[in-house]
């Protein structure tokens, strides 16, 4: 009887060590993914900064468009 309930405790102590494994494995997944997060958040920032440049970029080559329109003979 002993000897079983030491078997059962070594079981139990295998399966903590896999929770744990696996918790830790978890943990690491769940900071990746703030990570990966953080970085989808930067670059849309940058994209809409961006858009906003090339907008501004588009009027300016209209107006240029406009002003070589009145040298045209």
Do not use: P, Y
């Not at 030491?6 to 830790?24: E, F, H, W, Y």
């Not at 990746?32 to 858009?51: D, H, K, R």
């Amino acid at each position: 009887m002993a000897e079983e309930a030491k078997q059962l405790n070594k079981r139990a102590d295998g399966v903590l060590a896999v929770i744990a494994d696996i918790a830790a494995v978890a943990e690491n997944s769940a900071a990746a993914s703030e990570e990966v997060a953080a970085a989808t958040e930067e670059q849309t920032s940058t994209m809409q900064i961006i858009l906003q440049e090339a907008d501004k970029l588009l009027k300016e080559a209209e107006k240029l468009k406009d002003a070589i329109g009145k040298f045209k003979l």
